[in-house]
């Protein structure tokens, strides 16, 4: 009877240490880190001069400084175009705002019409950050 309560004690023991074993070469959660498009709110009726401003949590927003720092990037924002793919740079165009200065907020002109907006984090090379959530308001430009 003890040599099978010696048995069990042994076999839990070797199934404890394994499962911890799997846990340490688990890579580590990603950050909780995002961007947040705080205006203007989601199916807005805006004026063709539309105020985005933005909120970040997890990361540090300041101006672009050509290099790669871990938690540290500037806002792009993105008007009725695709995102950049994370790790890839992307010309400024038009459609797409570098607010390089380290800005939360910016002011598009735009025609009347339904847009979208992505807000996105990128590194002070202007390539998107990994693990940071973006966000996308859709807005109805028209009179109010």
Same mark, same amino acid.
């Given at each position: ?14 199934? +404890?240490? #394994?499962? #911890? #074993? ?21 199916? #807005? ?74 807000? +996105?984090? +990128? ?22």
């Amino acid at each position: 009877m003890r040599l099978a309560v010696f048995a069990l004690g042994l076999a839990a023991l070797a199934v +404890a240490s #394994a499962d #911890a #074993a799997a846990q340490e070469r688990l890579p580590p959660p990603p950050p909780k880190a995002w961007v947040k498009i705080v205006s203007p709110k989601r199916a #807005a009726v805006v004026p063709g001069k539309v105020e985005v401003k933005l909120d970040a949590q997890g990361v540090s927003i300041r101006a672009a400084n050509g290099t790669r720092e871990t938690g540290i990037g500037h806002h792009h924002l993105y008007l009725d175009m695709p995102v950049t793919p994370v790790g890839q740079t992307h010309a400024e165009s038009g459609q797409l705002v570098h607010l390089a200065d380290g800005a939360t907020s910016h002011v598009f002109f735009v025609t009347p019409g339904k847009h979208r907006i992505i807000a +996105a984090v +990128a590194y002070g090379n202007h390539v998107l950050m990994e693990g940071v959530a973006q966000d996308t308001v859709d807005v109805v430009v028209g009179w109010k």
